[in-house]
């Protein structure tokens, strides 16, 4: 039976081989990203970074921002290689590429968040549950690597997205004010909040406030991307 399936295997990567998420070429099966693209691909240095909004400390937009979550992390820069990777995952449809984003989410969380000992994963959810949930399959994949209890009963979307990307950070508050609900009582749960891009984190910051709300003791978050802060900064000037 192992045989087969080996064998089964081998014809579909055949067939469909794995390949670089940011370039295309062709991979071993265990790899998401080929050796050029990951000496190139724009990650944020864990090593210089504000853990209070995300961004390596040069950028730190806390000064624009104060937000209810612990703290947060992010893999990547939205720029480059990584925002075009970004972008077939969640525009070309690419589910597989939540796996690369949580491999990196995962290293981000191993380095900033080893002495925390979490209880339970979510997701920011969307309003469609049925629909592409760009951020549930980065969020399960994150948990299956940690080895961690993942749930999207916890918290639902109850108001209908607007088009945040062109909203001010006034707007994007209101936008998100009541958007969430917690389903039952998360009392003293160390949460990990796992979203795919943070641009303003109003997003974040209106979920930490609803788990907060439910009892959750603490909400650490982690996304695969972040926006950066001059662009925050922009629409906050606006
Ligand atoms: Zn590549
Ligand atoms: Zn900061």
Do not use: W
């Not at 039976?1 to 067939?15: D, F, G, N, Q, T």
């Not at 612990?70 to 480059?80: E, I, R």
């Amino acid at each position: 039976m192992k045989e087969v399936k080996r064998i089964l295997k081998e014809i579909i990567s055949s067939i469909y081989p794995n390949k670089c998420v940011c370039c295309g070429e062709i991979l071993d099966e265990s790899s998401y990203i080929c050796n050029n693209c990951n000496n190139s691909v724009e990650r944020v240095n864990l090593d210089d970074v504000c853990l209070a909004c995300g961004h390596e400390n040069d950028e730190c937009a806390c000064k624009y921002n104060i937000f209810r979550f612990n703290s947060l992390v992010c893999a990547f820069k939205n720029t480059g290689l990584a925002k075009s990777a970004y972008y077939s995952y969640k525009f070309g449809k690419k589910q597989h590429y939540a796996e690369f984003f949580a491999n990196e989410i995962c290293n981000t969380i191993n380095k900033c968040y080893s002495n925390i000992n979490f209880n339970i994963i979510c997701a920011v959810p969307s309003f469609q549950k049925f629909g592409y949930d760009h951020s549930g399959y980065i969020a399960k994949s994150v948990s299956k690597k940690l080895g961690l209890p993942f749930t999207d009963k916890l918290l639902s979307c109850v108001k209908k997205r607007k088009k945040q990307h062109k909203s001010t950070i006034n707007e994007r508050l209101h936008n998100v004010d009541g958007k969430y609900c917690a389903n039952y009582r998360a009392d003293n749960m160390n949460v990990l909040l796992i979203d795919d891009i943070k641009t303003t984190g109003a997003t974040l910051d209106e979920c930490a406030k609803v788990l907060l709300f439910a009892g959750a003791d603490n909400v650490y978050c982690a996304t695969a991307l972040c926006a950066s802060a001059d662009k925050n900064i922009n629409a906050l000037r606006r």
